[in-house]
């Protein structure tokens, strides 16, 4: 019913920047928030940084001062500009956002893009 997709991974030069980008589409009548997470090699899927309906942002303490995420909802659209990279961001980085399909609260639900790869070279 929701589809993410996900765009702007790449390799990149430790100090580089990147932008990801995340368009939902479908079935939507309402988003809340909206995030991303990313998952290095062997680890486990942790967040990097949200932002709520109202814009209110939320960062891991690993990216605070270095990454920025920010929405435009008339795109329905997340974005994560990365700046300052290190080789220690490397990851799958995913978007993620809670939307309703309808005006019921049941309609809410989690929805995920399908990943993008981020490499950051030393």
């Known amino acids: 019913q929701v589809q993410l997709v996900e765009s702007g991974g790449g390799l990149v030069q430790a100090g580089g920047s990147l932008r990801l980008s995340c368009v939902a589409s479908?079935?939507?009548?309402?988003?809340?928030?909206m995030g991303w997470y990313r998952q290095a090699p062997g680890k486990q899927r942790e967040l990097v940084a949200t932002?709520?309906?109202?814009?209110?942002?939320n960062y891991a303490d690993s990216v605070k001062g270095r990454f920025i995420i920010s929405r435009d909802n008339t795109k329905n659209t997340v974005y994560l500009q990365m700046n300052g990279l290190k080789p220690e961001d490397t990851a799958v980085y995913y978007c993620?956002?809670?939307?309703?399909?309808?005006?019921?609260?049941?309609?809410?639900?989690?929805?995920w893009g399908q990943g993008s790869q981020v490499t950051v070279s030393a």
């Open positions: 479908g079935r939507i009548y309402s988003i809340d928030n």
């Open positions: 932002i709520a309906s109202g814009g209110r942002t």
């Open positions: 993620q956002i809670g939307a309703a399909t309808g005006r019921s609260i049941m309609t809410l639900g989690d929805y």
